[in-house]
């Protein structure tokens, strides 16, 4: 019978290899982001979920809403694409009928906004960018690539702690892989989507201000966001940060989004 030494030295060997070659660069942040799984995989998960969504959600016919989201959408990947560092997204646009008020991306540049987000939510051009650039950002700082990279080490890591333990107290080895289990979910996991999430609004902001949309509206956006999105939990059980996290980090950063909004525009907004 193999050594259970064996299956724990083969599964760090396969993370310390993970680290060694999948560490790349946010643009927009500078932040050193792990991403093991090819991009063109990703792109290609993307496509085929958000082909099966299509087939299984209802795609709204309001034509006023498609045009708003394909108008504004495509001026937010334009100034995004320069951050692409191989290949350039298929950006695909898509208003479905639904009363969720939310807005997604997958990889690949798909990106979904349900009628709820439009209806109660984003009233103008400038608003809908802050919430579709933060999107395009989730794609281009291909934070799915790094979700999944992150399950796939943790997955390992369970592995290699229960191949460990195989010979201990059946007691003890369960105490200790939901120990694990607990230790990876609110320590790595959440922390992770809270950061991808702020890392989304600052990318996201400079964005719509490159786009020439006023990144003034991200502070009222988000807090319509929040008012609507119902009871919370506490912000370290979350996968978003605190609106008033949010809301202090938006603050910090509006001078530096006012600077890309007149480069682009020529015109100076007033702040604070």
Not at 1 to 16: D, G
Not at 113 to 138: F, M, Q, R
Not at 187 to 208: C, K, N, T, W
Not at 225 to 249: I, Q, V, Y
Request: net charge neutral.
């Amino acid at each position: 019978m193999p050594s259970p030494t064996f299956p724990l030295f083969a599964t760090f060997s396969t993370l310390l290899l993970a680290f060694l070659t999948g560490c790349e660069t946010v643009p927009g942040t500078g932040r050193s982001a792990l991403n093991i799984m090819p991009e063109n995989m990703m792109a290609q998960m993307g496509a085929s979920s958000f082909a099966e969504l299509k087939g299984q959600e209802k795609i709204s016919a309001n034509p006023k809403a498609n045009a708003m989201l394909r108008r504004v959408g495509g001026k937010v990947a334009t100034v995004a694409e320069p951050d692409f560092r191989d290949s350039k997204p298929n950006w695909e646009f898509v208003v479905f009928e639904s009363a969720d008020i939310n807005a997604f991306a997958l990889p690949g540049g798909k990106v979904g906004v349900y009628t709820g987000l439009l209806d109660k939510i984003t009233l103008t051009d400038d608003e809908l960018a802050i919430v579709v650039g933060h999107e395009v950002a989730h794609v281009t700082a291909r934070h799915g690539n790094e979700r999944l990279s992150q399950q796939l080490l943790a997955g390992a890591g369970g592995m290699a702690l229960s191949a460990w333990m195989n010979n201990k107290d059946v007691h003890n080895k369960e105490l200790y892989i939901a120990a694990y289990g607990a230790g990876v979910q609110y320590g790595v996991i959440l922390p992770f989507s809270r950061d991808h999430e702020s890392e989304a609004d600052r990318i996201g902001l400079m964005y719509a201000a490159r786009a020439g949309y006023d990144p003034r509206a991200a502070l009222t956006v988000w807090k319509r966001m929040g008012d609507n999105s119902g009871t919370k939990p506490p912000e370290w059980l979350s996968t978003h940060p605190s609106e008033a996290t949010r809301t202090a980090r938006l603050t910090r950063l509006m001078p530096e989004a006012l600077v890309e909004y007149t480069k682009t525009t020529g015109k100076t907004l007033s702040w604070p």
